[in-house]
C-alpha cells in the first residue's frame, strides 16, 4: 500500500511537471502566437488584409437562444449578427445596406419597398429570397410564436402587412404613417423559411440549436458552458471573410474574463473603466472607448409615498443639489468613458440637442426652491442594485450632496433581480430615486413609452399633456423639419421638468488585440460589438 | 448490509420530496422575476405578461409546483426558462466536467494531506508542526474565489506555465489539454477542504500514538517511520471515510465558486447563471442532483466504512 501511495503521488507531480512544460508551448498558445504575429503586424499594416487565422471573443454567457426573432440578451444578440445578416444597418445616422439594395418609402408613407440584392444565399447553400423575407415578418407577427419584435410591427392597434413583389422584392403596408418604421425594419435578420416554416413553436425549435443564416460566418459547433466556434461562409453576399473562424469563449466571471485577456486566451472582450489601465499595460491591446447610444440617469418616482417629487420644483432643486463633472469623475474615473448629458435622448438619435435647460451645482438655488416647495427637511430613499460598483459610488456621491441641501438620503442597495422588479412595479411607493440607464435605438418614437402619461414603462410616473401631445405628433409627423422641432420642443419640456436627471451618455470599452486589423471598417456598434466581423482580419 | 442499503436508498425518496418542497418554496420567497431579464425597453405590457402566461408563471405556486412534480415522477425536471432547453439533458451535459473536477479534488486533497498530517503529528510542537498548522489556519481562512484568481494570476498570466479558463483549448479534445486546464481548479477545489483533512488527521494520530499498541511497538524496536506507515495509518485511515462522505457539501458549494472563477463547464456554473436568470427548473434539478450526490455521497462513506470495520454493523 505504501508503495502504490508513493507511486501515484510521483504520478501526479510528475503530470504536474509534464503539463508544466508542455503548459510552455500550448497553455499560453495565443500569447505565443501573438509574439509571431506582431513582428508579421509591421508588414500588415502597410500592406492588405491576410487572409486565415482565428479570432476569439470573449462573453459572460451561453447565448439564450440563436435565432434573431428571439435574441434579446447581448450574448446572442452578438453571435446572432455574425450567423444572420440584418437587411440594413444604421449608425451614427448613417444607412449600410447588407441584405437589402434599397428601402424606398411611397409619396404617403405608407408603403415600404425593399428590394434584396440578387444571388443571396443561406448557408445551406439555398436561395435567400423575399418569400424568407415575408416568412420572418409573418412569424413575429404571430402572437403563437412569442417574439418579442411583435409589438414593433403593430402602429396603432394595427399590424404591418408584408407580401412578395418578386423575389427580389417586399412591400411592407403600414396602416398609418410611421417615421420609426425604418427603425423597426433594422431589427429585423431573416431567417430561413426552408427550415423553419414546418415548426409548430419556432421560439423552442431544436432547429435553433445549429442555426442557418446569411452572415459572414456559419455556425460550427457550440461546447455549452465553454465557447461556440463559427467558420468562414466562403458565398458571403459581402465577400469572403478574412477570418476562418471566430470563436465566443464563455467566461462568466468578470475578473476571470480580464485575466484570460491578459494571458492572450481572448482577442476582444468588454473592459471596466478601472480595468483599462491594467490591459494596456500588458502593451498587446489597443483600447476602443465607443458610444452604446445609453443614457445612465437619476430616476425621481413621482408615484413614491412621499409625495413630494411629483412637484417640478423639488425635482429641479434635487437637480441643483448635484455636479455632474463631479458625478462623472467619481463613477466613471475620467470623461474618456462618459459624454456629458443633458437631454434625456441620447447622442444617436434624431433630433438629439443638449440645448436644454440644465439644473447643475447651485446649492443656494436649490435650498430656496425646497423652501418655496415646503419641501424642507426632506427625506428620501434611492434604490441601487447591489454590486454594481458605478451606481453605487453615484448613490453614495449622491447622498453626500443632498446632505449639503438639507435632505437625508437612505440608500438601499438590492439584490440585482430584487431591485429589476422594483424598478419596473410602476405601484411602487416605497422608493424616490433609482439609478437606471436605457438605450432606445435611433428614432426618437422609442422614447414615447419612457415619457407618455400612463405609459407601459413610465417608471417615473411623469405626466405631462404638452408632451404626450406631441410624442403623439411626432409618431405620425412625414415632415422631417417639423418632426425635428417637436422632438427639440419635447426634449425642451422634458428637461425643465427635471423628469430625470441625466448623468452621462456612458460608453464601452472594448479591448481589441493589436493582432488584429480592420476594425474601423468592421464598425463598433452598440450591444454587438462589430457591425461585420468579416472585416476584421488577422495581421 | 443490503438491508442497509435498501432502507437508506428507500429514505432517499422522502428526503428529496421533503427538499423540493423547500427548495421550491425558497425560490418562490425569493425576491426577482425571471421573466424581468427578457424585458427590454421597447416590449409592451402585454408581452411579457404573454410570456409569463406562457412560461406558467401566472399560477398560484402551488399548481407550479404540483405540476413540475408530476413531470419530475416521470423523469422529466422541465425546460428551462432562459434558453428553453431540457433541464436534465443540460444536468447530464456538465455532469462528467463537474465529477472529473470533484473526484481528481478529492484524490489530490486526500494525497497531500495524509503526508502532511502524519509529518505534523510526528513532530508534534516543532517547528515543522506550527508551520503546517500554520498552512492550515490560512487554508481554512482563504476564501477560494480569492486563491482562484491569485493563482491564475501567478501561473497564467505570470509565469505562462498553465491556461486560465475553460476546459480545454479551443476544438482539442486532447486528454493532457484538460488535464492542463483541470490543474488549477483542481486544485483550488481540493483546497478548500485540504486544510480540515490535515489537521483531522494530524489530531487523529496524535491520539493513535497515545495507544498502547504504538508503544509495544516501540518496545519491539520498531522505528518511528514504520509504527506510523505500518500500524498508525490503518487507524487514521478509517476515520477519513466519514470524513470524505462529510466533504461532499463543501464539494458542492467550492464547485459553484471554483467552475465559475475558472469558466469550468460543470452543474456549478451552470447553476450560477440559473438563480442570477431566477430560472427555477434550471435550480431544481441541481438542487435535487446536489441532494441526490449528498445522500449518495454519505451512504456510500457508510458502506465502506461498514465494511472497512465489521463492528460498526452490530451497532446499527
Known amino acids: 500500500m505504501r508503495r502504490n501511495g508513493i507511486g501515484v503521488l510521483v504520478l501526479m507531480v510528475l503530470m504536474l511537471v509534464v503539463s508544466a512544460c508542455s503548459g510552455g508551448n500550448s497553455g499560453t498558445s495565443s500569447a505565443t502566437d501573438g509574439s509571431t504575429s506582431n513582428a508579421d ?22 447565448p439564450v437562444v440563436l435565432n434573431p426573432n428571439y435574441a434579446g440578451d447581448r450574448v446572442s444578440l452578438t453571435i446572432d449578427q455574425a450567423i444572420f445578416a440584418p437587411l440594413f444597418q444604421v449608425n451614427n445616422g448613417k444607412k449600410t445596406f447588407y441584405l437589402a439594395d434599397s428601402l424606398t418609402p411611397s409619396a404617403d408613407k405608407l408603403t415600404y419597398t425593399l428590394k434584396l440584392k440578387k444571388n443571396l444565399t443561406w448557408h445551406d447553400g439555398e436561395k435567400l429570397t423575399a418569400d ?90 457550440y461546447k455549452t458552458g465553454e465557447y461556440i466556434t463559427l467558420e468562414r461562409f466562403d458565398n ?82 434635487l437637480s441643483y443639489a448635484l455636479n455632474q463633472d463631479e458625478l462623472i469623475q467619481v463613477s466613471y474615473g475620467s470623461k474618456d468613458y462618459a459624454d456629458t448629458a443633458k437631454s434625456a435622448l441620447t447622442q444617436d438619435v434624431l433630433y438629439h440637442t443638449n440645448d436644454v435647460p440644465f439644473f447643475n451645482n447651485d446649492v443656494n438655488k436649490a435650498k430656496e426652491l425646497l423652501k418655496s416647495a415646503g419641501a424642507e427637511g426632506l427625506k428620501l430613499r434611492i434604490i441601487i442594485p447591489g454590486g454594481n460598483k458605478v451606481q453605487e459610488a453615484q448613490a453614495l456621491y449622491i447622498q453626500q450632496k443632498f446632505k449639503d441641501i438639507g435632505v437625508q438620503l437612505d440608500v438601499n442597495s438590492m439584490d440585482s433581480s430584487a431591485w429589476s422588479q422594483k424598478f419596473v412595479d410602476t405601484n411602487a411607493k416605497d422608493f424616490d430615486l433609482a439609478i437606471s440607464g436605457y438605450i432606445m435605438g435611433y428614432d426618437p418614437d422609442a422614447y414615447r413609452i419612457l415619457y407618455s402619461t400612463g405609459s407601459s414603462s413610465n417608471y417615473s410616473h411623469y405626466s405631462n ?17 417639423k418632426r425635428g422641432e417637436i422632438y427639440k420642443k419635447v426634449q425642451e419640456m422634458l428637461a425643465d421638468d427635471a423628469v430625470i436627471y441625466p448623468i452621462a451618455y456612458t460608453k464601452t470599452i472594448v479591448a481589441f488585440d493589436k493582432q488584429y486589423g480592420g476594425i474601423e471598417q468592421a464598425v463598433l456598434k452598440p450591444v454587438v460589438i462589430f457591425e461585420d466581423l468579416s472585416k476584421i482580419y488577422h495581421k | 448490509m443490503r438491508q442497509l442499503i435498501a432502507r437508506r436508498l428507500l429514505q432517499v425518496i422522502p428526503m428529496l420530496f421533503f427538499i423540493s418542497i423547500i427548495c421550491f418554496g425558497l425560490i418562490k420567497l425569493a425576491p426577482g422575476d425571471p421573466v424581468l431579464s427578457f424585458v427590454t425597453p421597447n416590449m409592451h405590457l402585454e408581452d411579457i405578461e404573454r410570456m409569463r402566461h406562457s412560461l406558467g408563471l401566472d399560477q398560484p405556486a402551488y399548481v407550479q409546483y404540483v405540476l413540475w412534480l408530476k413531470k419530475s415522477l416521470t423523469g422529466d425536471l422541465g425546460y428551462s426558462l432562459i434558453n428553453h432547453q431540457p433541464v436534465l439533458d443540460q444536468i447530464l451535459d456538465r455532469l462528467p466536467a463537474t465529477a472529473g473536477l470533484m473526484g481528481a479534488s478529492i484524490i489530490l486533497a486526500v494525497l497531500i494531506a495524509i503526508p502532511l498530517g502524519l509529518l505534523a503529528a510526528a513532530n508534534r510542537n516543532r517547528w515543522i508542526d506550527k508551520l503546517i498548522n ?33 476546459m480545454r483549448t479551443i476544438g482539442t479534445d486532447s486528454v493532457l ?70 466533504s461532499a457539501a463543501d464539494l458542492v458549494a467550492g464547485a459553484i465558486v471554483t467552475e465559475t472563477v475558472f469558466s469550468w463547464p460543470g452543474i ?13 427548473p434550471v435550480i431544481m434539478g441541481i438542487t435535487l442532483f446536489s441532494a441526490l450526490f449528498l445522500i449518495l455521497g454519505n451512504l456510500l462513506a457508510d458502506i465502506l466504512y461498514s465494511i472497512a470495520d465489521p463492528r460498526i454493523k452490530s451497532t446499527r
Open chain 1, 41 to 62: 503586424a509591421t508588414t500588415a499594416d502597410n500592406g492588405q488584409p491576410k487572409d486565415g487565422g482565428s479570432l476569439i471573443i470573449g462573453v459572460q454567457s451561453d
Open chain 1, 132 to 221: 424568407d423575407v415575408v416568412f420572418t415578418i409573418n412569424k413575429i407577427l404571430d402572437e403563437k410564436q412569442h417574439s418579442f419584435l411583435r409589438s414593433n410591427f403593430i402602429i396603432n392597434g394595427k399590424p404591418v402587412q408584408v407580401s412578395k413583389v418578386d423575389d427580389t422584392t417586399v412591400e411592407f403596408k403600414l396602416p398609418q404613417a410611421a417615421p420609426a418604421f425604418e427603425a423597426t425594419l433594422v431589427q429585423v435578420s431573416p431567417i430561413p423559411k426552408h427550415i423553419f416554416e414546418n415548426e409548430a413553436d419556432i421560439e423552442k425549435s431544436t432547429k435553433n440549436n445549429t442555426p442557418v443564416g446569411s452572415g459572414p460566418f456559419k455556425f460550427k459547433e
Open chain 1, 236 to 317: 458571403y453576399f459581402g465577400g469572403k471573410p478574412h477570418l476562418d473562424s471566430v470563436t465566443y469563449r464563455i467566461v462568466k466571471d468578470s475578473n476571470a474574463a480580464s485575466l484570460a485577456l491578459q494571458n492572450g486566451e481572448i482577442n476582444v472582450n468588454y473592459v471596466d473603466p478601472q480595468n483599462v489601465d491594467t490591459i494596456k499595460a500588458t502593451g498587446k491591446f489597443d483600447i476602443y472607448p465607443y458610444s452604446e447610444g445609453r443614457l445612465a440617469y437619476l430616476m425621481f418616482n413621482e408615484n413614491s409615498d412621499t409625495k413630494q417629487l411629483n412637484k417640478k420644483e423639488v425635482r429641479q432643486a
Open chain 1, 465 to 481: 399633456k404638452e408632451v404626450d401631445k406631441l410624442l403623439e405628433e411626432g409618431a405620425g409627423e412625414s415632415d422631417t423639419t
Open chain 2, 134 to 166: 500554520l498552512m492550515s489556519y490560512i487554508g481554512i481562512s482563504v476564501p477560494l474565489f480569492w486563491l482562484g484568481i491569485l493563482l491564475i494570476y501567478l501561473f497564467a498570466i505570470y509565469l505562462h506555465w498553465l491556461p486560465s479558463t475553460g
Open chain 2, 177 to 246: 489539454d484538460v488535464l492542463k486546464h483541470g490543474i488549477l481548479p483542481c486544485f483550488v477545489l481540493a483546497f478548500s477542504f485540504l486544510s480540515v483533512y490535515v489537521r483531522y488527521i494530524r489530531s487523529s494520530t496524535i491520539t493513535q500514538l497515545k495507544e498502547e499498541y504504538v508503544q509495544i511497538q516501540y518496545a519491539f524496536g520498531s522505528g518511528k517511520r514504520l509504527v506510523l506507515f505500518r500500524h498508525v495509518l490503518k487507524h487514521v485511515l478509517l476515520p477519513i471515510i466519514t470524513l470524505l462522505g462529510m
Open chain 2, 268 to 280: 456549478g456554473s451552470l447553476g450560477m447563471t440559473a438563480v442570477k436568470g431566477m430560472d427555477y
